[in-house]
């Protein structure tokens, strides 16, 4: 079996020991947010790995009660096809998870990448 055959159900044990290593502290500021794998990336950037939709804390009116959940998307084909092995998954994906919770709290691109999350 090759390293790139992890099924999906695999993968999503994995998304799931990541988000379970965000700490408490972090991860109990996390507000209206649904984690989802999708197969693959959007056909305009293939190489993406995730995405957060929605709207970060910063940006959020005083009362955003009632919206729809922010999403984190996390691509699983990207993601395996760009790993050599399962520890190197491990840690791709868990660099993902703190990305988009981190644009979630309102930190970009710029910054996550002065932070090694980029």
């Given at each position: 079996m090759e390293f790139t055959d992890v099924t999906a159900r695999e993968f999503d044990a994995l998304v799931e020991e990541a988000l379970d290593a965000v700490p408490a502290e972090l991860a109990g500021l996390v507000r209206n947010v649904v984690v989802l794998v999708e197969d693959?990336?959007?056909?305009?950037?293939?190489?993406?790995?995730?995405?957060?939709?929605?709207?970060?804390?910063?940006?959020?009116p005083a009362n955003h009660s009632g919206a729809l959940p922010d999403r984190i998307l996390l691509f699983r084909r990207p993601l395996i096809e760009m790993c050599e092995d399962r520890d190197h998954l491990v840690e791709e994906i868990g660099i993902t998870v703190v990305h988009e919770i981190a644009h979630h709290f309102g930190i970009d691109d710029r910054r996550l990448h002065d932070l090694g999350y980029a």
């Open positions: 693959e990336a959007p056909d305009d950037d293939p190489d993406l790995l995730g995405y957060y939709d929605g709207l970060a804390l910063t940006e959020r």
